[in-house]
């Protein structure tokens, strides 16, 4: 069957310098495409620049947002900005999809900045995955953090009750 | 400002959607980044707005635990699209299977709707080339008001 919409959404996470951290998403399909750009600085994960750009809008629906992407300067990577985000490129002057969008894009920068420790948790504890039925564990996972490694990051309140993997350990 | 960096970390979404018969919408989503790789198809029972089936694959993933997430993806069998939606696939699905297959889902039924939307808008524009397109938003909201709860076009 051939498709009649497609939507596409790709976030990069890149450090520009040690501790300066920029973060792309494009969004793009048949009725919108944007592009959000932020920079954001060590220690406090706060925005330093940030562009909010639509390049296409069919119902001309999302205003002008320079002048709100300049009230994002300082707001930080971290708990509550969701709430900050919303606030501030939400609601009924501004554009509640850009406010999710960017969200997605300080979300990103968290999971760019937990790679490494990842990394280093599957090297330390890592193991060969258990099966969990069918057609489940393929060639692309050789190694998976494995249970006492998975215990000790359930410590972190961030992670507690997160998901599946962090659930009913107690 | 062009960047001389390397990416550090991304992540691609992305979905396609097809319209099967008058009674059925399909969509298919497939997620890839350094942690991750994860795809979907949900089919949906138009006429009533209901998901009607879901084959959620985790393909790669980080830890020994993470396919525990896998029994959970057919709690959303039933749900309806409505405003209610995405904070009932981000709890459930999420919460107690795994956030980032969730927020894949999220963008599937988003894609849905706006599919909808763009569907409707190009068949009026093949009889209309002129038509105002802010009075068709208009009236399609006040006509589908689950979807319209659901769209966040703006």
């Given at each position: 069957?051939?498709l009649?919409?497609?939507?596409?959404?790709?976030t990069v996470?890149?450090?520009?310098?040690?501790?300066l951290?920029?973060?792309?998403?494009?969004a793009?399909?048949?009725?919108?495409?944007?592009?959000?750009?932020?920079?954001?600085k060590a220690?406090?994960?706060d925005?330093?620049?940030?562009?909010l750009?639509?390049?296409r809008?069919?119902?001309?629906?999302?205003?002008d947002?320079?002048?709100?992407?300049k009230?994002?300067?300082?707001?930080r990577v971290?708990?509550g900005m969701?709430?900050i985000?919303?606030?501030?490129?939400?609601?009924?002057?501004?554009?509640d999809?850009?406010?999710?969008?960017?969200?997605e894009a300080?979300?990103?920068l968290?999971?760019?900045?937990?790679?490494?420790?990842?990394?280093k948790?599957?090297?330390?504890?890592g193991?060969?995955?258990?099966?969990?039925?069918?057609?489940?564990?393929t060639?692309?996972?050789?190694?998976?953090?494995?249970?006492e490694?998975?215990?000790?990051?359930?410590a972190?309140p961030?992670?507690?009750d997160?998901?599946?993997a962090?659930?009913?350990?107690? | 400002?062009?960047?001389?960096?390397?990416p550090?970390?991304?992540?691609?979404?992305?979905c396609?959607v097809?319209?099967?018969?008058?009674?059925?919408?399909?969509?298919s989503?497939?997620?890839e980044?350094e942690l991750?790789?994860?795809?979907c198809?949900?089919?949906?029972?138009?006429?009533e707005?209901?998901i009607?089936?879901?084959?959620?694959?985790?393909?790669?993933f980080?830890?020994?635990?993470?396919?525990?997430?896998?029994?959970?993806?057919?709690?959303?069998l039933?749900?309806?699209?409505?405003?209610?939606?995405?904070?009932?696939?981000?709890?459930?699905?999420?919460?107690?299977?795994?956030?980032?297959?969730?927020?894949?889902?999220?963008d599937?039924?988003?894609?849905?709707?706006?599919?909808?939307l763009?569907?409707r808008?190009?068949?009026s524009?093949?009889?209309n080339p002129s038509?105002?397109?802010?009075?068709?938003?208009?009236?399609f909201l006040?006509?589908?008001?689950?979807l319209?709860?659901?769209?966040?076009?703006?």
């Open positions: 069957m051939i009649d919409f497609q939507s596409h959404n790709l996470v890149e450090e520009l310098e040690p501790g951290w920029r973060i792309t998403l494009r793009d399909d048949n009725l919108f495409s944007a592009k959000i750009m932020i920079d954001v220690p406090a994960l925005i330093r620049t940030a562009t750009e639509v390049t809008d069919v119902f001309g629906q999302i205003p947002l320079a002048d709100v992407a009230k994002l300067i300082g707001v971290g708990p969701t709430k985000v919303r606030e501030i490129v939400g609601g009924a002057s501004g554009s999809r850009i406010a999710e969008l960017l969200l300080m979300e990103m968290v999971n760019a900045i937990t790679v490494p420790e990842l990394r948790a599957t090297e330390l504890g193991t060969r995955p258990e099966v969990f039925g069918d057609e489940s564990v060639e692309l996972n050789d190694r998976v953090i494995g249970l490694m998975i215990k000790k990051l359930a972190n961030r992670l507690k997160s998901c599946a962090f659930r009913g350990l107690d | 400002m062009k960047s001389s960096s390397m550090q970390y991304s992540r691609l979404k992305t396609g097809q319209k099967q018969g008058p009674d059925y919408r399909v969509v989503g497939v997620l980044d991750y790789a994860m795809q198809e949900i089919r949906v029972y138009w006429p707005l209901t009607e089936s879901i084959k959620a694959r985790m393909k790669r980080t830890t020994d635990r993470c396919l525990l997430a896998e029994k959970f993806f057919s709690n959303c039933g749900w309806s699209i409505d405003s209610e939606l995405d904070g009932k696939i981000k709890k459930d699905l999420g919460r107690n299977g795994c956030r980032h297959m969730a927020a894949l889902i999220v599937c039924m988003h894609s849905l709707v706006r599919a909808e763009a569907r808008l190009k068949e524009m093949a009889g038509l105002d397109k802010k009075e068709f938003l208009a009236d006040r006509n589908n008001p689950n319209g709860g659901y769209l966040k076009i703006r």
